[in-house]
């Protein structure tokens, strides 16, 4: 079965340039029988829409026209940090009791030997607890407005973001990161685990072997940033 994954869209931002992609992740989606989205498609600190109910409205509206083009497919959606929110997670509930063909994740989902998650669990030192309690901040997060996005958008800002993500994940130690909060929660390699696809770092990065597990990210839609819609193969026929 071959799954499709994508991340880190960063919708209602600004600066991101998923627009553009649309097309492209709907050729994937065509390509898979299930869609992984694997959080942070939605931006509440930097959304356009001034309101976190407003931000979850739009990401309501924008997940059911997904869903509606493509009836046939199964949806998993993983939460992130940046969308983890609770005027979201609210209307998820609702979103699922309506359309059977979604299904809400907070921090992973695992195929077979495939475990999809979002990767904040790659920031330094993240163990399970640390994750959970960083993420209840994702709901004090209030949408800074059009001048800080633009602001956000300027090329000072830009370079910097580019460097930082660089310097702050350096793919081993993501890597390495990642195997330790999996091994935590009970999904490293002992479990079985050989792929593991992640976004978060905004880092495209496809085959990275680290301990005999691989490693890939979609990186981000934005300017100066490697994106990719990833298919991932399972050997499972159905989930
Ligand atoms: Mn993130």
């Known amino acids: 079965m071959k799954i499709c ?3 880190d ?14 097309p492209l992740l709907h050729e994937r989606i065509r390509e898979s029988s299930l ?8 931006d509440f600190k930097w959304s356009i ?13 924008w997940l059911r ?24 997670r609210e209307r998820l ?33 993240c163990t399970e607890e640390k994750l959970i309690r960083s993420r209840s901040r994702t709901a004090h997060h209030r949408p800074r407005g059009r001048a800080m996005n633009l ?15 660089s310097l702050i994940f ?10 330790g909060y999996l091994g935590e929660v009970g999904q490293g390699p002992e479990s079985g685990t050989d792929e593991v696809y992640f976004g978060h770092t905004h880092r495209a990065l496809a085959d990275y072997v680290y301990r005999g597990v691989r490693f890939h990210n979609c990186g981000a839609p934005m300017r100066g940033l490697k994106f990719q819609v990833l298919v991932a193969e399972t050997d499972i026929t159905s989930i």
Not at 35 to 42: P, Y
Not at 151 to 165: C, S, T, V
């Open 35 to 42: 869609v992984v989205l694997g959080g942070d498609l939605f």
């Open 93 to 125: 509930v609702l979103l699922s009791e309506e359309a059977p063909q979604l299904r809400v994740e907070t921090y992973l989902f695992r195929v077979a030997n495939t475990v999809f998650l979002h990767g904040d669990s790659a920031n330094p030192r």
């Open 170 to 179: 350096p793919k081993r130690l993501v890597a390495r990161r990642l195997l």
């Open 9 to 22: 869209l960063h919708l209602f931002s600004q600066r991101t340039l998923a627009e553009q992609w649309m």
């Open 151 to 165: 602001l956000y958008g300027g090329a000072i800002r830009l370079r910097l973001h580019r460097a930082g993500a």
């Open 5 to 7: 994954f994508v991340s």
């Open 65 to 88: 026209a997904l869903m509606s083009a493509h009836p046939a497919h199964s949806f998993v959606l993983l939460l992130g940090n940046h969308d983890d929110h609770p005027a979201l």
């Open 49 to 61: 829409h001034g309101s976190a109910e407003a931000t979850a409205e739009a990401a309501t509206r």
